[in-house]
């Protein structure tokens, strides 16, 4: 059983930054992939950024489009803490939304098991 707990949201004002961090407990030996989600009100769950366990990231929405996030967001991991890191720099009021972190582990089968955390809020106003 894995835990994934989200700190490091709360509101800011456009331009700020804020950096997210999803701690992972529990029987863990190792973690694939983790990623960052989003969901805005009255939107459909979206991909915010993934990294695998080898380091490699890549960033959901439209690359050079307003609302790409690539660019000002980065995601990172500190492996050895089980730690997910979601560094968010010039934020827009778009980018409010409630940020779900996700962990694909490893099981005994040799598939994965996914998990997610609780959410945790996200609000930048203009």
């Known amino acids: 059983q894995v835990q994934l707990v989200e700190s490091g949201g709360g509101l800011v004002q456009a331009g700020g930054s804020l950096r997210l961090s999803c701690a992972a407990s529990?029987?863990?030996?190792?973690?694939?992939?983790m990623g960052w989600y989003r969901q805005a009100p009255g939107k459909q769950r979206e991909l915010v950024a993934t990294i695998t366990s080898g380091g490699s990231s890549k960033y959901g929405g439209r690359i050079n489009s307003a609302d790409s996030v690539k660019g000002r967001f980065t995601i990172s991991r500190d492996s050895a803490k089980n730690t997910l890191y979601l560094r968010m720099n010039s934020l827009k009021p778009e980018d409010t939304a409630v940020y779900y972190c996700n962990a694909a582990v490893p099981t005994m089968y040799g598939d994965d098991s996914t998990y997610w955390g609780q959410g945790t809020q996200v609000t930048v106003s203009s």
């Open positions: 529990g029987s863990i030996f190792s973690i694939n992939t």
